[in-house]
């Protein structure tokens, strides 16, 4: 369920208590985890973190390319990490964590769904979200983008 919210806090007001406090807690564990210089923002009907386009103007779709997304579903939770979608090395680090936590991995190119905190290994998580500075994350874009 895409949201109109303008404001993170006005996304996460907007959303039941049960919802609120799931999102609520992925996001501190997002920010700290956070490299340097991703802005958070409300895009594409969730919590974004983005490369601004003052660093990257000239983007695909001229809008912000976002580094991880965050958004509360009618029946789950989605967690967009872009990262694990250009490195290789990234997403094989998230399925060999998950494979040996045990913890069931229901996911797409980029976005992991979760019913529940509790369905996340957040070790993994944090390290994956700390693992690509935003210098190197636009670096293997425009390599994409150059073909």
């Not at 976005?111 to 700390?130: A, M, Q, T, W």
Request: proline content about 4%; hydrophobic content about 45%.
């Amino acid at each position: 369920m895409q949201s109109t919210a303008e404001t993170v806090s006005e996304y996460i007001g907007n959303l039941p208590v049960d919802q609120a406090a799931v999102v609520s807690g992925l996001r501190s564990i997002v920010l700290a985890s956070l490299p340097q210089g991703y802005v958070e923002t409300m895009a594409w009907g969730m919590i974004c973190y983005e490369v601004p386009l003052s660093i990257l103007p000239d983007t695909y779709n001229k809008q912000p390319l976002v580094y991880i997304g965050l958004a509360a579903q009618k029946r789950y939770f989605s967690l967009y990490l872009m990262n694990i979608y250009q490195d290789a090395n990234a997403l094989e680090l998230l399925k060999a964590a998950y494979a040996a936590s045990g913890k069931r991995l229901d996911m797409g190119k980029s976005c992991i769904r979760f019913k529940k905190l509790e369905d996340l290994d957040l070790e993994v998580i944090k390290r994956i979200i700390g693992m690509t500075p935003m210098e190197s994350f636009v670096q293997a874009y425009l390599k994409v983008k150059q073909g």
